[in-house]
């Protein structure tokens, strides 16, 4: 039987002759700091396209025992989720000035269904890294290895928590168009020799803040 849980982490089904992605995934993206102005947190909220979620859903409802809700299967799913994208990091990588950071492991792992579309959403603890607000923060959100597009949700701003004077910019990608219908012709079982196949396809989101306001190191 087909894995729900493996279509979620890779390329979902072959590609097709057109150049375009396996999948879509709106980002959702919310930045937390504390009253010391050092980020603490990053909330990440995924909502997954409807064709795929339904095909995700047919997968995790046939797995269900008869006596078991949904609700209790998206929460137990959501937690295998979160312990298999952590060998992924997340999708997730992060920046402070030249330097990478470690992703931390993700918590609060929740999955829901909501008009058509499973929603995941997780919070990043970030305050061992000393991020403070006016620092160089970067960061990406990507499937290294498969072209998923993973986007900024255009209809919603990302969410700076507690920090007046700090807005995140968005610098969008632009790929070889070589490197694209490549892409497209990946199926599930391929590995691509690219390293960092879907960084090349990421947005990249930078903590911008207003130099008049109080940031203390």
Not at 66 to 94: Q, S, V, W
Not at 174 to 192: F, G, K, V, W
């Amino acid at each position: 039987m087909r894995s729900w849980l493996v279509l979620v982490l890779g390329l979902f089904l072959p590609a097709a002759a057109l150049a375009h992605p396996h999948a879509w995934i709106d980002l959702r993206v919310g930045l937390v700091f504390n009253d010391a102005g050092e980020l603490i947190r990053m909330n990440q909220s995924w909502r997954i396209d409807p064709t795929y979620s339904h095909m995700l859903l047919e997968d995790l409802t046939g797995q269900l025992d008869g006596d078991t809700d949904i609700d209790r299967a998206l929460e137990h799913a959501a937690e295998r989720m979160r312990e298999n994208l952590a060998g992924h990091d997340y999708f997730t990588e992060l920046s402070l000035g030249d330097r990478d950071l470690d992703v931390p492991p993700a918590e609060n792992a929740r999955l829901t269904l909501e008009e058509r579309r499973l929603h995941l959403r997780f919070e990043i603890p970030l305050a061992d890294h000393d991020i403070m607000a006016g620092d160089a923060f970067t960061y990406r959100v990507y499937d290294p290895e498969y072209w998923i597009e993973i986007l900024h949700d255009p209809d919603d701003i990302i969410f700076v928590e507690n920090r007046p004077g700090c807005e995140v910019t968005i610098t969008q990608p632009r790929p070889d168009p070589q490197l694209t219908r490549y892409a497209a012709t990946l199926e599930r079982q391929d590995r691509s020799p690219v390293d960092q196949l879907g960084r090349h396809f990421a947005e990249t989101a930078t903590l911008e803040c207003d130099p008049g306001e109080d940031t203390p190191r």
